[in-house]
């Protein structure tokens, strides 16, 4: 059993090195697939991984692949690594710390179990104190969108962590190449009858400052990405 973890990367110089070493230090107990996916950062970034790669020991649970490509997005760069996927299941790691790899335990369980084919972990079945009230309406207003157009009871489609059984995502050509990949890729599963199961997991926001990406503009491509979906045959 093996999962592929894919990490698009832009300009995360500052905490690159850091995901990486906790996603090498959570025991999985089955082998880890790690795919960076630099998406032409400007920054440092492809220098830090190539040498955090080149002094990393080799060994038996995990594996590292390196893509460095033209800027194009974060849909894009998770597009490239899930060619490249070779695990029984895909997940995606942003390259910040707002999400802690110690909760792929929890998620990767109902997988391989066979209870479940597409796990979600959400932010918002436990406690949550938001950082931005703007981006916490957002991401309920998208999530309640999602239950009322697909008939769900999603609590939090906007989540980063997205577990798949391999042969259910990699069957999607997926169009989308920014962050319009989160409701693209959940409509086109739902539409497709298959339950989406969540789990609770922690998350620890960024600022602005800090370097979040998204704003009010994606939304906008969401909500539009959700209704397109819905109605495309």
């Known amino acids: 059993m093996k999962i592929s973890i894919i990490v698009p990367v832009y ?14 230090k959570v025991n999985l ?57 070779t695990g029984h299941m ?11 790899p110690e909760d ?18 959400s932010r918002f079945l436990k406690e949550h104190k938001p950082m931005y009230k703007i981006y916490f309406l957002g991401n309920k207003f998208l ?10 009871k999603i609590t939090d489609m906007e989540t980063c962590y997205k577990v798949f059984k391999s042969g259910i995502i990699k069957k999607i050509d997926i169009k989308a190449n920014h962050f319009d990949f989160e409701p693209e890729v959940t409509a086109r599963i739902l539409k497709q009858g298959i339950k989406i199961k969540e ?3 922690s998350y620890n926001p960024r600022s602005i400052e800090e370097g979040k990406k998204i704003n009010w503009k994606d939304g906008l491509q969401a909500i539009w990405t959700l209704l397109y979906w819905k109605f495309k045959n």
């Not at 110089?13 to 090498?24: A, N, R």
């Not at 792929?104 to 972990?121: C, D, F």
Request: a positive charge; zero cysteines.
């Open 143 to 152: 999530s309640f969108l999602t239950k009322i157009l697909y008939n769900s």
């Open 104 to 121: 792929y335990k929890k998620l990767i369980k109902p997988i391989i179990n066979n209870r479940a084919k597409v796990i979600y972990g």
């Open 29 to 85: 107990k089955i082998k880890k697939e790690i795919i960076i996916v630099d998406d032409g950062s400007k920054d440092g970034s492809k220098r830090v991984i190539e040498k955090y790669i080149k002094n990393k020991k080799k060994n038996k649970t995990e594996e590292y692949k390196l893509i460095s490509k033209e800027n194009g997005g974060k849909g894009s760069a998770i597009k490239e690594g899930i060619k490249l996927a």
């Open 90 to 100: 895909i997940t995606i790691q942003d390259a910040d710390l707002e999400y802690d």
């Open 11 to 24: 300009n995360e110089e500052k905490t690159i090195e850091k995901i990486l070493d906790k996603l090498s």
């Open 199 to 201: 789990i609770p997991i």
